[in-house]
């Protein structure tokens, strides 16, 4: 996105948070499937390859949750909190000038 349209909008903070949310969104996706996979196969070192990966995957969500939560963009025990943040960013885009 263009720096000045990044500033005029807001977004110039917005843009990490954008990222990292994107970045859990995708853990917690990889979590899951991972885990799924694990139930599913019968093979010793195939479960084995799929648990290092879901370990990977769980320190991932980890660090990100962690970086989200000391930024103040993500509230996981705080549902009111979360709830409100996620008011402001959909009333962020929604406001959004459209060019």
Request: hydrophobic share 40%.
């Amino acid at each position: 996105m263009n720096s000045i349209i990044e500033y005029l909008t807001g977004l110039d903070v917005l843009t990490d948070q954008m990222i990292a949310t994107d970045l859990l969104i995708s853990a917690k996706s990889g979590i899951r499937n991972y885990a799924m996979a694990i139930t599913e196969t019968g093979h010793p070192e195939i479960k084995a390859i799929l648990a290092r990966h879901l370990d990977e995957a769980l320190d991932m969500h980890e660090m990100l949750s962690t970086y989200m939560t000391e930024k103040g963009w993500y509230n996981a025990w705080e549902p009111k909190e979360q709830m409100n943040l996620n008011l402001q960013n959909i009333n962020t885009a929604i406001n959004l000038p459209t060019l």
